[in-house]
C-alpha cells in the first residue's frame, strides 16, 4: 500500500486506496470521495433476547453519522474559507516552502506550471472548503474539495509535488 505524506509536515493525506487524476500538467490531483455511514452496525449472532431475558436493546449504541471516507480516513482538519487575496497569500508562503523541496526536473516542472494551476483554481474559490492535515501545522499543504456539477459527493483537490509516496 502507498501512503502520500504532506511533504511540509508528514501528515498522512491521501492513499492509493483512494485513486487519483493528474489535472493541470500533473500539477494537481482530483480524488473523488464519498459520504459513508459509520456507527453502529445491527449483527445477528443467533441469540433470541426475549427467550434470554434481554430486553429490545441491551445498552447498545445505534447512533449513526455521516463523514466522507477521505476526510474520516486522514483525519483532515477543515479551515476557514479563503478569499481570493488570502489564497493567493497562502500560494505564495506554499510555493517559497516546497520550491527548495523539490529537486532538478520536479522543481522546474513546479516552477513552471504552478501559476497556471493556481489560475485554473480561482475561478472556483467560493465553491471550495479547505482541509489540513491532522497536526493543523501552519505550513502544510492545503487540500481542497468542492462538489461538481450534480454529485452529492465531493471531489478533493491536491497539490500533487507536495505530496511524498511512502511504502507501507
Not at 37 to 49: E, R, S
Not at 82 to 100: A, H, N, R
Not at 146 to 166: C, Q, R, W
Amino acid at each position: 500500500m502507498l501512503v502520500y505524506q504532506d511533504l511540509l509536515t508528514g501528515d498522512e493525506l491521501l492513499s492509493d486506496s483512494f485513486p487519483y487524476k493528474e489535472i493541470e500538467n500533473g500539477m494537481l490531483w482530483e480524488v473523488e470521495g464519498k459520504w459513508v455511514v459509520q456507527g453502529a452496525v445491527d449483527v445477528n449472532i443467533g441469540a433470541n433476547p426475549s427467550a434470554e431475558d434481554g430486553g429490545e436493546d441491551e445498552g447498545v449504541d445505534d447512533t449513526t453519522v455521516k463523514v466522507v471516507d477521505i476526510v474520516d480516513t486522514f483525519r483532515l482538519q477543515e479551515q476557514p474559507s479563503f478569499d481570493k487575496k488570502q489564497f493567493l497569500g497562502f500560494v505564495k508562503k506554499y510555493i517559497k516552502l516546497l520550491t527548495p523541496k523539490l529537486e532538478g526536473e520536479q522543481q522546474e516542472h513546479f516552477k513552471k506550471n504552478i501559476e497556471g494551476a493556481i489560475k485554473s483554481l480561482l475561478p472556483k474559490l467560493k465553491e471550495f472548503q479547505f482541509f489540513v492535515g491532522e497536526s493543523m501545522a501552519d505550513d502544510s499543504s492545503v487540500v481542497l474539495a468542492y462538489y461538481k456539477e450534480g454529485s452529492s459527493d465531493p471531489t478533493f483537490i491536491y497539490f500533487a509535488h507536495g505530496l511524498k509516496e511512502v511504502k507501507c
